[in-house]
């Protein structure tokens, strides 16, 4: 019975990566392949390719390793740039607009600000 649990949650979780990789879908990409993962949409996919708007702005083409479901929610660890700054600094998503763009971020150091999904990303 084990086993076949296993197999079970093995297999909706390759379904859910491969679900996560069609075009219009939100997910985290690891851009450049830098070990941060940027929030961004699909744009298309060809193969194991997968094209992604990212939420700042920019666009990059991947292989399907790179991207991965969208799960930020409360409580999730990001690096964010204060003010839109050049400087990335820790902390944690404490509230989420209703639309999912914008992040309430409260910063290590006791900062908070609200900003973009655009200008935060993840280990």
Known sequence: MKKILLALMIGLL???GAAAQSPGDWVLGNWHGGGYWFPGVVQ???GNKVTIIYDDGTRETVSSKQVRPYTWGLGTRVQCRWSGGA??????ITGISKDGNKL???YDDGDRERLSTGACRSK
């Open 14 to 16: 390759i379904c859910a």
């Open 104 to 106: 309430d971020i409260k």
């Open 44 to 46: 298309s996919r060809s």
């Open 87 to 92: 400087d990335w600094y820790d902390g944690q």
